[in-house]
């Protein structure tokens, strides 16, 4: 079993910046892609940003400028720098990876609130 754990998120204010981190362990496991996504309170999961099996990555169109996402393969950790941030960017940030085992597992982390006060 994979286990994701994020950090990083809090309370900033319009304008702001915040680094988010994930951290995948556990044992026997081989990372695919991983990413980020977010859902605010009355809208759907939706993906910010990931790195796709082929290393390439991919972003929300009305995020690429302001948010990077960037990896450590050695740490087995993804990070989310966000700049600029912005009250439609409060929501629960999670952290997705695709990771083989004896199967291909979907995994995601438990969250981390990110807050935007204009």
């Known amino acids: 079993q994979v286990q994701l754990v994020e950090s990083g998120g809090g309370l900033v204010q319009a304008g702001g910046s915040l680094r988010l981190s994930c951290v995948a362990s556990?044992?026997?496991?081989?990372?695919?892609?991983m990413g980020w996504y977010r859902q605010a309170s009355t809208l759907q999961r939706e993906l910010v940003a990931s790195f796709t099996a082929d290393g390439g990555t991919k972003y929300a169109d009305s995020l690429e400028d302001r948010f990077t996402i960037s990896r450590d393969n050695a740490k087995n950790t993804v990070y989310l720098q966000m700049n600029n941030l912005k009250p439609e960017d409060t929501a629960v940030y999670y952290c997705?990876?695709?990771?083989?085992?004896?199967?291909?597992?979907?995994?995601w982390g438990q969250g981390t609130q990110v807050t935007v006060s204009s």
């Open positions: 997705n990876a695709k990771a083989w085992t004896t199967y291909l597992q979907n995994c």
């Open positions: 556990g044992s026997g496991f081989t990372i695919k892609s």
